[in-house]
């Protein structure tokens, strides 16, 4: 089993940068893929960024390649995600996930419990 922990959201002003966090427990965080999904009011939960266990390979969804960062510390058993360049419709709840690849939500087998970014225009 693995317990996964977001932090780092907030209240940010468009044009601004925010960093989330999701620390891991449990199983051997270093073996596994991680994930960063969000799911606005009203609306699915859609894919944000991935990365492999080994940190080699990313993915990105388009509508935030080039302004978010996805990256992973595995001597911190922890995942980042790096927000820059906010804009309003980067508005959700923010998870992490982890045991599984792809872009969709039921691909991941475990989730942490959100954490909530609001962008103001």
């Known amino acids: 089993q693995v317990q996964l922990v977001e932090s780092g959201g907030g209240l940010v002003q468009a044009g601004g940068s925010l960093r989330l966090s999701c620390a891991a427990s449990g199983r051997t965080f270093s073996t596994y893929n991680m994930g960063w999904f969000r799911q606005a009011p009203g609306k699915e939960r859609e894919f944000v960024a991935s990365?492999?266990?080994?940190?080699?390979?990313?993915a990105y969804a388009d509508s935030v390649k080039g302004r978010f960062t996805i990256s992973r510390d595995n001597a911190k058993n922890t995942m980042y995600l790096q927000m820059n360049s906010l804009k309003s419709e980067d508005t959700a709840v923010y998870y992490c996930a982890t045991g599984g690849w792809g872009r969709g939500p039921s691909s991941w087998n475990y989730w942490g419990q959100g954490t909530q970014v609001t962008v103001s225009s």
């Open positions: 990365l492999t266990w080994s940190g080699s390979s990313t």
